[in-house]
């Protein structure tokens, strides 16, 4: 499996942007699409936005699509998620996950916490 590190979370006022990064270890990066999760308090995981392999297609929930960007380097090894226009219903802790072969995400990052403040 795929070791992976988030970071970038934070407290931010309504509207403002943050940069989520998510750091691979341990098996080739550029063989697993990538997802970010996001789970808040008293409420299931969902699925935010994912991205293929070569990075180009994406997929992004309704409810962020037009301010969320997924992207990916895999050079470094990493995949980010940058958030603008965020609202107080984007608090909750994010995590990244990597889809195998098999089209299920079988490596998942610790999470990062992101508060939005109204």
């Known amino acids: 499996q795929v070791q992976l590190v988030e970071s970038g979370g934070g407290l931010v006022q309504s509207g403002g942007s943050l940069r989520l990064s998510c750091a691979a270890s341990g098996r080739t990066f550029s063989n697993y699409a990538m997802g970010w999760f996001r789970q808040a308090p008293g409420k299931e995981r969902e699925l935010v936005a994912t991205?293929?392999?070569?990075?180009?297609?994406?997929y992004y929930a309704d409810s962020v699509k037009g301010r969320f960007t997924i992207s990916r380097n895999n050079a470094w090894n990493t995949v980010y998620l940058q958030m603008n226009s965020l609202k107080p219903e984007d608090t909750a802790v994010y995590y990244c996950a990597a889809r195998s072969a098999s089209g299920s995400f079988g490596s998942w990052g610790q999470g990062t916490q992101v508060t939005v403040s109204s």
């Open positions: 991205i293929t392999r070569s990075g180009r297609d994406t």
